[in-house]
T-cell receptor, first 112, second 115 residues
Framework: DQQVKQNSPSLSVQEGRISILNCDYT??????FLWYKKYPAEGPTFLIS?????DKNEDGRFTVFLNKSAKHLSLHIVPSQPGDSAVYFC???????????FGQGTRLTINP | DAGITQSPRHKVTETGTPVTLRCHQT?????MYWYRQDPGHGLRLIHY???????DKGEVSDGYSVSRSKTEDFLLTLESATSSQTSVYFC??????????????FGPGTRLLVL
């Protein structure tokens, strides 16, 4: 039972344009969400997070949006740069569980 | 970057042999985790630890055991390796301070091939 789903295995975007990565979840108890970025042969690195009391969180070029009624979150990258080419994982947790549940990942390719 | 190292970084072994992977942290974080990453599955939790000698199972714990005798070290053991355990293994740490949530920081990974 996949509680966190990233339905797009890959995404290709032109440099300078907006990249939108999507994530859906089924567990209504999830109240904290994170995005991680992973380059080949490296460990995932934390990118940005959002609590369920918010619907938007910004950090520079990265913005995460949360739609609780639709159980959907998205990561927007504006403008996209070649260094953004990586695999992106969304993750979710329940208050007090101290565990994360990850999606399958989306490979983002930024084309010059 | 969080001070997390994993050893070995690469290992090739044969079916049926025992394998131990080590995760070492210098951050004094309470929580440590072992994940495996496989195509189409993302990151799946194997085992985690919430303190010295305190461990619990994750979603894919069959065939794996762990030990944590010191805050800084978390060992993952495959008692008898199988080809289905060929994967990339990641260690992660987190520290739940007051007001903080469970952001985890990952090590560089160990690539394991079981022949």
């Amino acid at each position: 039972d996949q509680q966190v789903k990233q339905n797009s295995p890959s995404l290709s975007v032109q440099e300078g344009r907006i990249s939108i990565l999507n994530c859906d979840y089924t567990n209504s108890m999830f109240d904290y969400f994170l995005w991680y970025k992973k380059y080949p042969a490296e460990g995932p690195t934390f990118l940005i997070s959002i609590s369920s009391i918010k619907d938007k969180n910004e950090d520079g070029r990265f913005t995460v949006f949360l739609n609780k009624s639709a159980k959907h979150l998205s990561l927007h990258i504006v403008p996209s740069q070649p260094g953004d080419s990586a695999v992106y994982f969304c993750a979710a947790s329940v208050q007090g569980a101290q565990k994360l549940v990850f999606g399958q990942g989306t490979r983002l390719t930024i084309n010059p | 970057d969080a001070g997390i190292t994993q050893s070995p970084r690469h290992k090739v072994t044969e079916t049926g042999t025992p394998v131990t992977l080590r995760c070492h942290q210098t951050e004094n974080h309470r929580y440590m985790y072992w994940y495996r990453q496989d195509p189409g599955h993302g990151l799946r939790l194997i085992h985690y630890s919430y303190g010295v000698k305190d461990t619990d199972k994750g979603e894919v714990s069959d065939g794996y055991s762990v030990s944590r005798s010191k805050t800084e070290d978390f060992l993952l053991t495959l008692e008898s390796a199988t080809s289905s355990q060929t994967s990339v293994y990641f260690c992660a740490i987190s520290d739940r301070r007051q007001g903080a949530r469970e952001t985890q920081y990952f090590g560089p990974g160990t690539r394991l091939l079981v022949l």
